[in-house]
């Protein structure tokens, strides 16, 4: 009956104002933290933004800084400068001149508009004869005795008033057989557009020369071991009239100038491979040559010293 009574005590129990208090209190205050954990304008919510956003920033930028030596754009790689040019000093004595820079130009368009006739990534077709080319004398492109006799004459069309001199092809026969070879003459008239005269140790290369006339395709070169280019004043030549030629360029020359009165004078070229100023102006001074891929090549101190190779260091790029 005691347990009985207590028990009933137990459940008729009310507490009193002191006792709810507390419990009041606790439950205003979990209520309070939910509130501010949840609510959408939270403080540490938005520091936790700001240093994600900084965190980004810094990743931006470090990713905006300039890429390592060596690395290009792609967009850079894709526009060119349609023309380039290195500058050397060309000596007199068997030391030739070193360039200051040599910076390279692979303009399509350009190398289309200079180039002429045999345009770089064209096949020709035609046929190939042969002729004794003798000691390499270098025939209409006024070259010289030469060692080399993986030579060959280009038919008139194609030599198109020495545009053709100092070219290297690659010459193919239908059988698959290649040479190459320099351009160093020109065939006589007979010879139809396409038609190459090689010469006897360059024809060997591609069929027996007793077949005297084979069906080949060939198209033009950027050659990797070139040398270096000379430059020539033609016998005769003086302040007063002066013609000079180009020897040794890895790829067709599309012209040539002489400083002259502060700016350059382009020279025209003869059907015997010289850039003639007939009046003198700028002869004994720079020169600047430029190939058919638009890069220019400037030299200055070629003395006037005629039918003198003298030589530049310096060479077109290869394409």
């Given at each position: 009956m005691k347990e009985t009574r207590q028990g009933t005590r137990r459940r008729g129990h009310r507490p009193g104002p002191r006792s709810v208090a507390p419990v009041a209190l606790v439950a205003a205050g979990a209520l309070i933290c939910l509130v501010v954990a949840f609510r959408p304008g939270d403080r540490s919510d938005a520091g936790h933004t700001a240093a994600?956003?900084?965190?980004?920033?810094?990743?931006t930028a470090a990713a905006g800084q300039a890429s390592p030596a060596g690395s290009t754009s792609p967009s850079a790689s894709r526009s060119p400068s349609p023309v380039v040019s290195a500058t050397a000093t060309a000596r007199p004595?068997?030391?030739?001149a070193r360039p200051s820079a040599s910076p390279t130009s692979?303009?399509?368009?350009?190398?289309?508009?200079?180039?002429?006739?045999?345009?770089?990534?064209?096949d020709h077709r035609g046929v190939a004869t042969t002729y004794d080319?003798?000691?390499g004398d270098g025939g209409s492109c006024s070259y010289g005795p030469s060692d080399d006799l993986m030579t060959a004459a280009m038919n008139?069309?194609?030599?198109?008033?020495?545009?053709?001199?100092?070219?290297?092809?690659?010459?193919?026969?239908?059988?698959g057989a290649t040479v190459t070879v320099r351009i160093t003459n020109e065939c006589p008239t007979g010879c139809a557009p396409g038609q190459l005269d090689l010469?006897?140790?360059?024809?060997?290369?591609l069929a027996n020369p007793a077949a005297g006339r084979i069906p080949v395709t060939w198209k033009l070169l950027s050659p990797a071991g070139s040398g270096t280019i000379a430059v020539r004043y033609k016998t005769g030549s003086s302040r007063y009239w002066c013609a000079l030629q180009v020897i040794g360029h890895r790829n067709p020359v599309?012209?040539?100038?002489?400083?002259?009165?502060?700016?350059?004078?382009?020279?025209?070229?003869?059907?015997y491979n010289y850039f003639l100023a007939e009046?003198?102006?700028?002869?004994?001074?720079?020169?600047?040559?430029?190939?058919?891929?638009?890069?220019?090549l400037t030299v200055d101190g070629i003395a006037l010293r005629p039918d003198a190779v003298q030589s530049t260091r310096l060479q077109f790029a290869r394409h």
């Open positions: 994600t956003a900084a965190a980004g920033s810094r990743g004595s068997t030391a030739p692979r303009t399509t368009a350009t190398a289309a508009s200079l180039a002429g006739r045999i345009r770089p990534g064209t080319a003798g000691t008139h069309t194609d030599y198109e008033t020495s545009k053709a001199c100092g070219a290297y092809v690659l010459v193919r026969a239908a059988g010469s006897a140790q360059a024809f060997a290369r599309a012209g040539l100038e002489l400083r002259s009165g502060g700016g350059w004078r382009q020279l025209p070229r003869t059907d009046d003198g102006g700028g002869c004994g001074g720079a020169i600047r040559i430029t190939d058919i891929y638009g890069e220019r």
